[in-house]
Structure formats: C-alpha cells, structure tokens
C-alpha cells in the first residue's frame, strides 16, 4: 500500500481482556488478521475466545489464538518482537520479564505497544505516539508506546484491511438476504445492533408510521432482547400501532466478521454500537446512528458530541444521536428529532472519502513499529 513500510516477518502478541459483549475481542481479531494478510505473524491472547466460534470460524491464516490465564505458563512460549496491550490491559509480569530477557539477550530494541480506544476527542491527536517509560515492574527501563485510533491526520487511522473496498465493490445485495432467508421486495433495510437503547419506542413507532416500507434486521443478544420487550409494550399499550404493517421486523443468527460487513453493505440505514461496528458501519459509507456505550461518570456524551462534530453532523443526525442515546439533557435538544436518513447520507459519504484518504491503522501501525525497531 502506498505510504506502508516493508517490515521482515516479525512475531506479535496482542493480548486482549473480553470486558463484555465482545467489541474489544472483534477488533483485536480484524487487527491481528489484517497484520497476518501483511506478513505478520501474530498470536492473539484473550481470556475469553468463545466468540470466536461464530465471529470467525474459520480462523485465519497467520494469526494463532490463545486462551489467556492468568498466569502465563511461560514453558516453551518464547515472546516476539512487538508486544501489544489493547485498551489498557495488563500484560502478566511473567510475559513481560520474558520479553525484557530476549531483548537483552538478542540486542533488540523494545517495540511495546499500548493500543487505546477509538475517539474523536483532542487527546488522541495528542497523545498518539507517546512514549511512557515504565519506571517499576519486570519491564522497568523499558518505554511502551500509546497509539491512539482516530479519525483524523496526527492519530492512527482507523482499520481497514486492503481489499475492504474491493470486497465491498463485489457485494450483490439480493443474493445475500436470499441466503439469509430474508424475503427483500425492495423495502428499506435497517439494520439494528445496539444495546437498550432510549429512543428504540420512538423509532419503532417512526418506521411503522412511514409511507415507505421497512424492514428491521435485528442482531442476536441486546438488540434482539430490546426490540422484542419494546414491540410487546406497544402491543399492549396501542394494538394498532403498525396496523399498516409498514414495518416488519427479521430477527438474524449470529453472524460472523465478514456477513457483518455484508449487513451493513446490505442495509440502507446501519444502527451501530461500540467501536468496532462504528468502523465497519463508515466504511460502508451509509446513514447511521452510534449507540456509544454509557459510561456511569457520563464522559460518554462529550464523546458522542466530538464525533458529531467531526462527523458535521446536520442538526436533525445530532438530535436523534442525543434521544437514541437518552442525552436529551438541554433545552435545545427538546426538540423533535424525526428520522431522516435520506438527509444524513451526504455527511456520511463525505466522512468516508476523508477516511479513505488517510493511512489506515494497519499501515501506520507497521511504519511506527519500523521506525522503532
């Protein structure tokens, strides 16, 4: 790729804690398959791999996946050249001494790496790139280094594998809902991954009200649970609110990595959650609405808001975000937030061709591990 550095084939080790509904293990997994599609060799190290079964059951190529407990029985693991924590885990002291050791004993530079969450905030622009001397520990002398994703030049990029929009360029769209069983007439297609979200009534009570037909293509676990509580309670409350039956609703199995991309690719609105699906869903480049994950001390809602504004967001995107995520907090934000994906789709395309335009996190991963080692 253009602006990539050729490394030799060198030995990563990500490792991974599953916090809960697997967003870091899915984007810990597109990373170490896009580094192996690069020559790299990878060996993933999570505490919970399960998911894997159904997100990428045929593995891949060049990247070994490991069951992380703590801890490490160091007997014949010998660790690579580039260690790499995601989202502030700790790597087992064990590990850590052992990287030290081969450093000394091989003469090799440290090319350790602390990968951060995604956010459009200022601080990652900042801080991308940082070096953090570790002062104490196994790994004392050492320096870790802070890479932040982002969505903008001075951070590193977001993840894209090279023949994404290849792949994309192929997608036929009919014959993926006939294997998925999905009896498309040409309706809109909504697809929903969230978590309970607040505005989830509202846009029910929005697609079943429309004069164009839609269907909603519902994931397994949350998002399913919460249409499924949400449709109940209208029913009971206003039997008739989809007595057009304007709207139906498809429920999807599990589905791995790449038939998620093709469910975004297949929809004509993508509702999101976490970080990885926000990704995928603005590669796909059409409308969509983030369901960020909440956060008790609240700094969810200026990271909601700093994405908005990166995004430029036209007034009526922002105030559906702000309902949809229950941030409906100030006085302005009272106002009617209707659904209007058709006038959503311009900011969208716009954000991709930025993106596009920049170094994807693979590439600017392997040409700061180069200028490291």
Not at 4 to 17: A, G, K, M, Q
Not at 124 to 151: E, N, Q, T
Not at 241 to 251: E, H, K, R, T
Request: charged content about 20%.
């Amino acid at each position: 790729m253009p602006g990539e550095t050729l490394l030799p084939p060198l030995r990563w080790d990500i490792f991974c804690r599953v916090i809960d509904n697997f967003g870091d293990l899915g984007v810990c997994w597109r990373l170490a398959c896009d580094l192996a599609g690069r020559g790299q060799v990878v060996r993933l190290w999570a505490d919970d791999v399960s998911a894997l079964a159904w997100m990428a059951p045929q593995g891949a190529p060049g990247v070994e996946v490991r069951t992380w407990a703590s801890p490490i029985d160091m007997g014949g693991i010998t660790p690579g050249e580039v260690m790499l924590e995601t989202f502030g885990c700790e790597i087992d002291e064990g590990f850590i001494a052992g990287y030290a050791r081969n450093l000394r004993t091989n003469g090799q530079k440290c090319a350790w790496i602390n990968l951060e969450y995604l956010s459009a905030e200022d601080f990652a622009a900042r801080c991308h790139g940082l070096p953090s001397p570790v002062m104490s520990g196994p790994g004392r002398g050492l320096i870790k280094y802070f890479f932040y994703p982002g969505f903008t030049p001075g951070t590193g990029g977001l993840l894209r594998e090279p023949e994404l929009m290849a792949r994309q360029a192929r997608f036929d769209r009919q014959d993926w809902l006939a294997d998925l069983g999905v009896a498309w007439q040409g309706e809109r297609l909504v697809s929903l991954f969230c978590y309970e979200p607040a505005g989830l009534g509202a846009l029910l009570h929005s697609l079943a009200n429309d004069a164009k037909p839609s269907c909603l293509l519902v994931t397994p676990g949350r998002a399913r649970a919460a249409v499924r509580a949400g449709t109940a309670s209208m029913d009971l409350l206003d039997p008739g609110w989809n007595q057009g039956s304007a709207l139906s609703v498809f429920y999807l199995p599990q589905l791995s990595q790449h038939d998620f991309d093709h469910l975004l690719w297949a929809s004509d609105v993508n509702f999101v959650r976490g970080e990885d699906s926000l990704v995928r869903a603005l590669w796909a480049g059409k409308p969509l609405v983030w369901h960020i994950y909440p956060q008790h001390d609240g700094v969810h809602a200026h990271k909601l808001e700093a994405f908005l504004n990166w995004l430029q967001a036209p007034a009526s995107l922002r105030a559906f975000h702000r309902r949809w995520n229950g941030l409906e907090t100030l006085a302005e934000d009272a106002q009617d937030a209707p659904f209007e994906p058709e006038r959503w789709q311009d900011c969208v395309a716009q954000a991709r061709a930025k993106l596009l335009s920049q170094e994807d996190l693979g590439t600017q991963l392997l040409n700061f591990i180069a200028k490291l080692l």
